[in-house]
């Protein structure tokens, strides 16, 4: 909470976020970078997890890996921005030139940052987002 009340006194626009990443310690890491900046995150391990929750719930920023099992990450954008065409989305990925030719089109407004990154850059991406 004082993290939280810290970023809004220095006019930082907050988010809910949701996080999906099938890796748990990278997940556990981003998920608490950005809940430092101010954000209200929700994480998952995979896509058909964080598919049920955007059908739910309503958030700001999806926050995805492209590669993971199951249903994919530009497959779970491509669901979020057919239920809120307005999410915003910022795919992480370590393999962008493959997974974006994969054939499966992502949203056009989507931005992809490469790993690796440092946790600052992430934040600082996730904000420049956020607030265009």
Known sequence: MLAFAGAARCGLIMARILLAEDDDSLRGFLGKA????????????????ALVALETQTYDLLL?????PGLDGIELARRASE??????????????????????????????????????????????????
Not at 34 to 49: M, N, P, V, W, Y
Not at 64 to 68: A, F, G, P
Not at 87 to 114: D, E, N, Q, Y
């Open 34 to 49: 950005l809940q430092r900046a101010g954000h209200d995150i929700d994480t998952f391990g995979d896509g058909e997890e």
């Open 64 to 68: 995805t890996d492209i590669v993971m």
């Open 83 to 132: 239920i809120d065409p307005g999410m915003k989305i910022v795919f992480i990925t370590g393999f962008a030139a493959v997974a974006l030719s994969s054939g499966a089109p992502a949203p056009r407004h989507a931005k992809v940052l490469s790993k690796p990154f440092h946790l600052r850059d992430l934040v600082a991406e996730v904000d420049r987002v956020i607030a265009a």
